[in-house]
């Protein structure tokens, strides 16, 4: 038919229907906008549609460029495969449902993000799914809180904020005897600091709003696993719809080709600065892996290549003197997130960790005088200085 003849309204949307992007190569990842896709004939589709064969067919199951960040993220934890979300909470709340049924049970570290404190305790519950929280490091009570329907174990490698470390070799052990998964959020110790699935972990979950974006300008989450894994997760994410937008798989592509860079200056400038801090006369305390006095030093030296860029401090006073530091601090930006080029200071327990009572704060050293830093890009001598001169406002 001549195209020429069709009328204005036609020309329109058939003009605007797209371009032939198979001689078009570029250094970088193209943003595919795109909600669905052409294909050849309804078999293809429902093919594709059934996972059968691979293509794309609509947005909320896969898109191009979600796909080239789910094999970067796939190569970066050394997984088979891996699935991407709208939030690092999706990918969560997603996993967990996914392996659950009413009556199982999970044993979950009781140190690690308060979001999914929550989801655990106020969503699972819903669905008569018990969490039973244990410190991480009490590996009697880990192996008394497993029972028969037993279903997941859960943690952090590095809790926040005190920066207690779990024994992943323990806790793979436990999984193994018992018949369950192993969970890790990785969020605080991406690679190179750690890659959980190299110590027998199952799945690994990323908030990748933090470090692997980098630049407090995008929300999103991952899991990285053995292909069985993700396929038994894939039907939940494509049902639950929490699929991550393509402009967002991009920006975090871009963010990711830096990470490497970034951690190793983190690690180096929170090192220098738990030092300085713990010879700080007007610090009480500091919460580093990372310093030879800390109680988990080695298993840290053992299973982390560097101690991560977080970091913690206790000052000599309460609530309005840890209010008063921060309000002093000049180059340090003051807010609840982490893993930014920016240093970023907070006070947990005001923030991450209000939701427990002072008695449970207490309990596990988050007094009110603690202070949180994610150690930024900044050049390490001003972070001292700015910290130096907040704490003499004290
Ligand atoms: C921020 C965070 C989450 C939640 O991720 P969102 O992207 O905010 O949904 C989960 N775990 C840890 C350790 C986090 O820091």
Same mark, same amino acid.
């Given at each position: 038919m001549n195209k020429k003849k069709q009328h204005l309204l036609t020309q329109i949307v058939k003009t605007a /229907?797209?371009? !032939?992007?198979? /001689?078009i190569r570029t250094p970088g990842v193209p943003i595919f906008q795109t909600s669905n896709y052409l294909y050849e004939d309804v078999e293809k589709g429902t093919d594709i549609l059934l996972s059968k064969t691979p293509g794309h067919i609509y947005a909320r199951y896969s898109n191009p460029t979600t796909d080239a960040l789910i094999s970067l993220v796939a190569a970066l934890e050394n997984a088979e495969d891996a699935l991407v979300f709208a939030s690092g909470m999706a990918a969560i709340s997603s996993t967990t449902l996914a392996y659950c049924r009413p009556g199982d049970h999970i044993v979950s570290s009781?140190?690690?993000y308060g979001g999914t404190y929550t989801f655990f305790q106020n969503q699972l519950s819903r669905f008569n799914i018990d969490v039973t929280f244990v410190d991480p490091r009490d590996h009697d009570a880990i192996q008394k809180a +497993?029972?028969?329907? @037993?279903?997941l174990l859960y943690t952090e =490698?590095?809790?926040? =904020? @005190?920066l207690i470390v779990s024994d992943l070799g323990f806790w793979k052990t436990q999984a193994q005897q018992h018949g369950c998964k192993l969970i890790i959020d990785n969020t605080f110790t991406p690679p190179p600091i750690l890659r959980p699935l190299d110590f027998g972990a199952d799945v690994v979950i990323h908030s990748a709003t933090k470090y692997l974006g980098g630049h407090s300008d995008l929300l999103g989450g991952i899991v990285c696993a053995a292909g069985a894994e993700i396929e038994t997760i894939r039907p939940v994410m494509k049902t639950f719809g929490p699929a991550m937008a393509p402009i967002i798989a991009w920006l975090l592509i871009r963010g990711i080709r830096t990470l490497g860079v970034r951690i190793e200056r983190q690690n180096q400038s929170a090192m220098s600065l738990a030092q300085h801090l713990a010879a700080h =006369? #007007?610090? #009480?305390k500091v919460f580093y892996a &990372?310093? =030879? &006095?800390?109680?988990q030093y080695q298993l840290a030296e053992k299973q982390f290549n560097g101690y991560s860029g977080m970091l913690a401090f206790e000052i000599d006073g309460g609530r309005e003197q840890a209010m008063t530091v921060m309000q002093h601090l000049e180059t340090i930006l003051f807010t609840? %997130?982490? &893993? !930014? +080029?920016s240093s970023l200071i907070s006070h947990p327990a005001s923030t991450?960790?209000?939701?427990? %009572?002072p008695e449970e704060r207490q309990a596990i050293g988050i007094t009110d005088g603690v202070l949180r830093l994610s150690v930024g890009l900044e050049h390490v001598d001003d972070l001292k200085a700015d910290l130096d001169n907040a704490l003499a406002a004290i």
């Open positions: /229907e797209g371009i !032939d992007l198979s /001689e009781a140190y690690i +497993v029972k028969a329907n @037993t279903r =490698p590095l809790a926040n =904020p @005190t =006369p #007007k610090v #009480k &990372g310093l =030879p &006095g800390n109680q609840v %997130s982490l &893993g !930014d +080029v991450s960790h209000v939701y427990l %009572s």
